[in-house]
């Protein structure tokens, strides 16, 4: 059975950083891991995804301040995001795609306030 745990998440200062992790267990033949966020009052968005051979995508608002990347072996993906912001604050969820399916984590909250 497919199961996504999300961890990292948090309250942090501005200009602060946070590591998000997410382990997929029960999911075979993936093509894409990703991230994405909903902040409230607004729709689920695109952070950053990256592909089995490794190519990576960001959304404008986040390249050079988030860093996608996965370890295969545990088949885990991680945000690392730096100069955070109040308005990255959202419900970030980790989203998988894979070949019988797309898969998404409960979402873990990330805050970003003095």
């Not at 309250?11 to 997410?22: F, W």
């Not at 894409?32 to 608002?61: C, F, H």
């Not at 988030?66 to 604050?89: C, G, H, R, W």
Request: hydrophobic content about 35%; charged content about 15%.
């Amino acid at each position: 059975q497919a199961h996504l745990v999300e961890s990292g998440g948090g309250l942090v200062q501005p200009g602060g950083s946070l590591r998000l992790s997410c382990a997929a267990s029960g999911i075979r033949f993936i093509i894409n891991m990703g991230w994405y966020r909903q902040a409230p009052g607004k729709q689920r968005e695109l952070v950053a995804t990256i592909t089995s051979g490794g190519n990576t995508n960001y959304a404008d608002s986040m390249k050079g301040r988030f860093t996608i990347s996965t370890d295969s072996a545990k088949n885990t993906v991680y945000l690392q995001m730096s100069s955070l912001k109040p308005e990255d604050t959202a419900v970030y969820y980790c989203r998988v795609v894979a070949g019988l399916g797309n898969y998404w984590g409960q979402g873990t909250q990330v805050t970003v306030s003095s």
